[in-house]
């Protein structure tokens, strides 16, 4: 699969995968200079990109293991999804759920994007639901381990 992209400025960095069996594309920051995130808040960090993807599948936007698990920063929404017919910047909300300031540098990997199929559904309208065994047993009704 080919996927089409946009640089909107020229230091923007395509998406890079960080080992041949990767399924994510890890997404650059776009900055001009470091911007510094205080505990429990939200910067928005451009990658400097638009993309096209293809019809019948959405780019899913995670969080790079390494920098949530030890710098305690992740997309904002925690999955991020950006449909096939988006043509504008890919934003990523930066969150920081540490209790101390966390700088992103310029061209830093800040999260991956995975591109995945996805079923175009219709939704019915009915008075009842088939019954299973679980029925509408929910949090935790099916036991801890």
Known sequence: MKINVKKLIPT????T???????GYDLYAALEETVVIAPHQTV?????????IPEGYFGAIFARSGLASKEG???AN????????????FMIAVHND??????VEPEERI???VVMPFLPVEFN?????????RGEGGFGSTGKK
Not at 44 to 52: D, F, H, I, K
Not at 125 to 133: G, I, N, P, S, Y
């Open 73 to 75: 920063l992740r997309p």
């Open 98 to 103: 540490s209790e101390t300031e966390r700088k």
């Open 111 to 113: 999260a991956q994007l």
């Open 12 to 15: 923007a960095k395509l998406p």
């Open 44 to 52: 928005m960090v451009s990658t400097g990109l638009a993309m096209e």
């Open 78 to 89: 925690c999955v991020g999804v950006v449909d096939a017919d988006y043509r504008g910047p």
């Open 17 to 23: 995968r960080g080992s041949e069996y990767a399924a």
């Open 125 to 133: 309208t009915v008075d009842e639901l088939a019954e299973t065994v």
